[in-house]
């Protein structure tokens, strides 16, 4: 089983989540990150550490978010990896409660 990063990261790209990896199955995009299937252990320390709660189990995706496990593992074979915690996008506080951010997303 993996992890799967949904909708609610788009536009905030915390990456409080990141730092706990203990296998750095992180990749970041333009304004998203994503976990790769292959390499995530199942190790859930990433869950509690995302402040938007962007992060579930594959097997407790939301209904509507579905599509996220399949583009994390697109995109996760075409971004490059992210093991540091960077700083927050300036604008981060203003995209947590918008809803239907997928047309947001920057590949």
């Not at 990456?15 to 296998?23: A, F, L, M």
């Not at 996220?68 to 700083?87: G, Q």
Request: charged content about 35%.
């Amino acid at each position: 089983m993996t992890f799967v990063i949904g909708q609610n990261c788009i536009k905030c790209k915390l990456t409080d989540c990141v730092e706990v990896c203990p296998v750095d199955c992180f990749y970041e995009g333009p304004n998203f990150l994503v976990i790769h299937p292959d390499e995530c252990i199942d190790c859930a320390l990433c869950e509690p550490e995302c402040p938007v709660e962007a992060i579930f189990s594959e097997d407790e995706i939301p209904e509507d978010q579905q599509e996220f496990l399949e583009l994390n593992a697109e995109l996760a074979d075409i971004w490059p990896n992210i093991a540091e915690k960077k700083d927050a996008p300036e604008d981060e506080a203003e995209w947590r409660d918008v809803a239907g951010k997928i047309k947001y997303l920057e590949r």
